[in-house]
């Protein structure tokens, strides 16, 4: 068991911070991998990149949406409790080097997998820029880590209740349009990373997303996370996570992610109605 040493809900309560005892695995993980884990022996795997790790301490950071059943789940342990299994680090790190200029581009949860990858470009002697966006303020995570890895950091909301009034894509533009831009990193739902990427292509910046693919094992033997990048498939847990966003099929993997989306509603009910009859 992977014992959870500290719990914080952020986000209005809708996403979860989890520090867990994990100290092989925070040992090893470089940023932009990932782990998959399972809440209990009869529990699906799902892959979440971690936001932090302490080697020192021993411990690796989580943090996820409850969006379904094993999210929802997954709120319900407490500090004390643990989870079944937690395989990893898996998947190929970030490329960190001193390239120049960085814009870090984060919506939603993709924040927190873009946070240790922010903090590494800096580190490597990089000008990162951090945008971090949401719908409204209350759906902002991060703030203040994220300020901290990045040289300048502009926080964007869509209603205007913090930061700038607008899509972080309207503030990843004005930079493009002001200055030499050298890599974008955008990780987000998948709409948005579509986006940074039409934005991107005019000015010819080499863009790096992070494709939140559904997984099964993590090695790409269940063929289940596999996308069309660049006209040739790939296996997002074992080629990825991270591609050329300019050469991913967003449409299929947005059909494909949306493939149980009937089956993940009716497992949701299910959860929701054992939940109500205790």
Not at 149 to 174: N, P, V, W
């Amino acid at each position: 068991m992977y014992k959870i040493l500290s719990k914080r809900e952020l986000a209005q309560g809708t996403v979860v911070e989890n520090v867990i005892s994990a100290p092989r695995i925070a040992k090893k993980a470089k940023p932009g991998q990932f782990v998959i884990l399972r809440v209990n022996e009869t529990g699906e795997r799902i892959p979440l990149t971690m936001a932090d790790t302490d080697p020192e301490k021993g411990t690796i950071t989580l943090i996820y949406q409850v969006v379904g059943k094993t999210t929802a789940l997954m709120k319900t342990l407490n500090v004390g409790d643990g989870y079944q299994d937690i395989a990893g680090p898996l998947g190929k790190p970030t490329h960190i080097e001193k390239v120049g200029t960085v814009v870090c581009i984060g919506g939603g949860t993709g924040i927190a997998v873009l946070h240790p990858i922010t903090r590494a470009l800096k580190q490597a002697g990089n000008k990162v820029y951090g945008i971090c966006g949401a719908r409204t303020k209350d759906l902002l995570i991060m703030e203040d880590a994220m300020a901290a890895a990045s040289t300048e950091c502009t926080l964007c909301t869509d209603d205007g209740s913090c930061g700038y009034h607008g899509f972080g894509t309207d503030l990843l533009k004005q930079i493009l349009d002001r200055e030499k831009v050298d890599l974008v990193v955008g990780i987000g739902p998948v709409p948005m990373m579509k986006f940074v990427c039409s934005v991107t292509l005019p000015y010819n910046v080499r863009t790096l997303v992070s494709l939140n693919a559904i997984m099964v094992d993590g090695t790409g033997m269940c063929g289940c996370c596999r996308a069309t990048v660049g006209g040739k498939t790939a296996f997002a847990c074992v080629d990825g996570p991270e591609f050329d966003g300019h050469q991913v099929d967003f449409d299929e993997l947005t059909k494909r992610l949306r493939g149980y989306a009937d089956m993940e509603r009716q497992s949701m009910e299910l959860f929701e109605h054992k939940c109500s009859c205790k």
